[in-house]
């Protein structure tokens, strides 16, 4: 409901204290929300360099009319190249979207995200189906974010959400079991007999 995928039925959605309730999603995107989804949504006949291009032009609202400028060609390349980068595809820039590994698919989706300079980024389920090697290249990835970007994040791999999160909230059920610091959820009676499992915890 946040990114809109879903409108709300009761209730108000509020970004930054504005409420975006029943703004479009372009709308919301401008408002700095961005979303990866646990399918792709990537255009998988296209480059890499191109998925994060289509970005950022929509984003600097340059179009195919700024696409004609050489100046603005240049800067949104740039851009695009120095985001593929920072994700950790620079080498990848010409394949197409469709021949990438699911991990490197979830890289490019990232950086497709950062391409309209988000200040909400919502990430639902980003490792599901990656390897512990492709797991650990995305949480160094979403580690090194700035600061000044919120993440809020779905996961079921609790070592990356306990890694990564300064505020955890545990469902069961559909329903809210616990929401606290990583140490104060993992120390939960409640969380360990439904996620964690008998275990010792270190005070």
Do not use: C
Not at 37 to 50: A, D, N, P, T
Not at 85 to 106: C, F, K, M
Not at 160 to 168: S, W, Y
């Amino acid at each position: 409901m946040i990114s809109r995928t879903l409108p709300a039925t009761a209730g108000s959605v509020l970004v930054d204290g504005r409420d975006v309730t029943r703004l479009p999603v372009d709308r919301r995107v401008a408002l700095g929300v961005a979303a990866t989804f646990q399918h792709s949504s990537l255009f998988l006949r296209e480059s890499v360099l191109e998925n994060v291009l289509l970005a950022v032009l929509r984003r600097t609202r340059s179009g195919f009319g700024g696409w004609r400028k050489v100046s603005a060609r240049a800067a949104a390349i740039a851009q695009s190249r120095t985001l593929l980068e920072r994700v950790g595809l620079p080498t990848r820039h010409d394949a197409r979207a469709g021949v990438l590994s699911h991990g490197e698919r979830r890289q490019l989706e990232v950086a497709v995200a950062l391409a309209t300079e988000p200040r909400l980024l919502l990430l639902d389920e980003p490792a599901a189906g990656m390897s512990p090697a492709e797991t650990a290249r995305l949480t160094e990835l979403i580690a090194a974010l700035p600061r000044d970007v919120t993440v809020l994040l779905i996961e079921h791999d609790l070592d990356m959400v306990f890694e990564l999160a300064d505020t955890v909230t545990v469902m069961h059920l559909g329903g809210h079991l616990k929401t606290g610091s990583p140490d104060e959820v993992r120390a939960s009676a409640e969380v360990q007999h439904a996620y964690l499992g008998t275990m010792e915890v270190s005070s």
